[in-house]
C-alpha cells in the first residue's frame, strides 16, 4: 500500500527554504500514522550526558555529517559548501584533510578502520564553490580516501548508471564487512554498491523506497536519508518521512518495511549503530522550528519490528547527524545548515553530547 504523501511547510528558524525562494509560507505539519499494532514508545531513561559539547572552528564549513575515528581520537566532517573533508578533535581546531577536484560537495562521510579510509557521498546542492549552479542536485558520486593521508583510492560518478534527467542526492553510505559500500539516493529509490576497488553498480531500485517527503519550494519526493549495516547482513535504512525499511544483502528483493511501534519524527536525518545493535538516530527540526530528537529504535525479531524512544533533544532545529565521539558518548552535529540555505556565512559549527537511553 503505498504511504499517504506528506506536506511539511517550514516555520521558525527553518524558513531557510523559502528564504532560498523568496517565499513566504505558515507553519503547519500533517500527522502520519506508522500502522503498527506494537505499543507506542517507552519513556525514556534518566541519562544525562557528562562530556561538554565541541563548538569548532570551521567558518564556513557547513557539515551535513561526520565520524569519529577513536584510535586519533579525530572526527572528520564533510562540507556542502566545498569539496573537502575537515579533520578536528575535541579542541575544535579544524584542518583540511581531503580535497580533491572531483568532489563538489562532500556530505555522508563514514570510516572504514578495516581499510583505514573515508568513504564520502558526492553531492550538488548548488551551495558548493564547485556547484554547476544551473543543475542543482545533478551529480550523484562516492569517494574512498585514505584516512591517514587523505590521499584518493577513487572517486566514482554514479551518473552513468542511470542517466535518467532526475535530480540526485547520496544521502548517505555505509560498509559492510566484505567492504562494500551501500549509498542511498535520497530522491530516487534507488541504492548503489561500490566494490572494494570502486566498480558501482545498482544494487536496488524498489517503490518502497520511493520518497514522499515535500519541503516546499525547496525539494519534492524527499526518501531515503540514512543508511547502517546492521548483524544479519542486513541494510537498515531510514526513510526522511521516518519510517525505516530493512534490505537482507544477499536478497535484496525480499526489502521490506520495519514494524514500529511510532514513526521516527520527520524528516529523520541521521543515525548511528549502537554497541548492543540498537540505533540511534536524529530527527531534524529543519520544517517546524522545533528542537531536533534523539531516538532509540531497539529492534526485534531480526529487525523485522522494532521499537521508538525519544531519548533526548537538542535545541538546535537544525540538527543532521549523530556519531560516537570520545570515550564512547554520542554527539549530535548541528552544522549550520540554516545559514547555508539563506546565503549566510558561518564561523563555525557544534557537537552536542547526547543521551541515546
Known amino acids: 500500500m503505498k504511504k499517504p504523501k506528506l506536506k511539511f511547510v517550514i516555520a521558525g528558524a527553518a524558513a531557510v527554504a523559502a528564504v532560498t525562494t523568496g517565499t513566504a509560507m505558515a507553519a503547519t505539519m500533517l500527522p502520519t500514522g506508522s500502522g503498527s499494532e506494537k505499543p507506542t514508545a517507552v519513556q525514556a531513561k534518566e541519562d544525562t550526558p557528562t562530556a561538554d559539547p565541541i563548538q569548532v572552528d570551521g567558518a564556513n564549513v557547513f557539515p551535513h555529517s561526520l565520524d569519529y575515528d577513536a584510535e586519533t581520537d579525530t572526527f572528520y566532517a564533510g562540507s556542502l559548501s566545498q569539496g573537502k573533508v575537515f579533520a578536528f578533535g575535541p579542541d575544535g581546531e579544524v584542518r583540511t584533510h581531503i580535497d580533491d577536484p572531483l568532489l563538489v560537495s562532500a556530505q555522508a562521510v563514514q570510516i572504514d578502520p578495516e581499510r583505514d579510509r573515508i568513504l564520502v557521498s558526492n553531492v550538488d546542492y548548488g551551495t558548493s564553490d564547485r556547484s554547476d ?39 548517505d553510505v555505509t560498509v559492510a ?26 544494487f536496488l531500485r524498489d517503490d518502497l523506497l520511493k520518497g514522499d517527503l515535500d519541503i516546499p519550494d525547496f525539494l519534492d519526493g524527499v526518501g531515503m536519508a540514512a543508511v547502517d549495516w546492521v548483524e544479519g547482513d542486513q541494510l537498515i535504512i531510514t526513510m526522511g518521512d521516518g519510517s525505516m525499511v530493512r534490505v537482507p544483502v544477499d536478497s535484496p528483493e525480499g526489502a521490506q518495511p520495519v514494524e514500529l511501534s511510532e514513526p521516527l519524527e520527520a524528516p529523520a536525518a541521521g543515525m548511528r549503530v549502537l554497541d548492543d545493535g540498537s540505533i540511534a538516530a536524529v530527527s531534524s527540526g529543519l520544517l517546524t522550528g522545533e528542537p531536533a530528537r534523539i531516538q532509540r529504535v531497539e529492534p526485534g525479531d531480526g529487525w523485522k519490528e522494532a ?12 540538527t543532521s547527524d549523530v556519531t560516537v565521539g570520545p ?21 563555525g559549527f557544534a557537537l552536542t553530547p547526547v543521551a541515546t537511553d
Open 133 to 171: 549552479k544551473d543543475n542543482p542536485f545533478g551529480f550523484a558520486g562516492v569517494g574512498s580516501y585514505d584516512l591517514e593521508t587523505g590521499e584518493q583510492d577513487w572517486c566514482v560518478d554514479l551518473r552513468p548508471l542511470f542517466e535518467d534527467g532526475e535530480k540526485h542526492l547520496i544521502a
Open 177 to 202: 564487512p566484505d567492504g562494500t559500500v551501500y549509498a542511498v539516493d535520497q530522491l530516487t529509490p534507488t541504492v548503489f554498491a561500490v566494490e572494494p576497488d570502486g566498480s558501482a553498480s545498482i
Open 307 to 318: 521499537t521508538v524512544t525519544v531519548t533526548d533533544t537538542v535545541e538546535d532545529p537544525v
Open 327 to 347: 570515550d564512547g558518548e554520542t554527539y549530535a552535529l548541528s552544522g549550520g545548515l540554516a545559514d547555508l540555505l539563506a546565503g549566510r556565512p558561518n564561523d
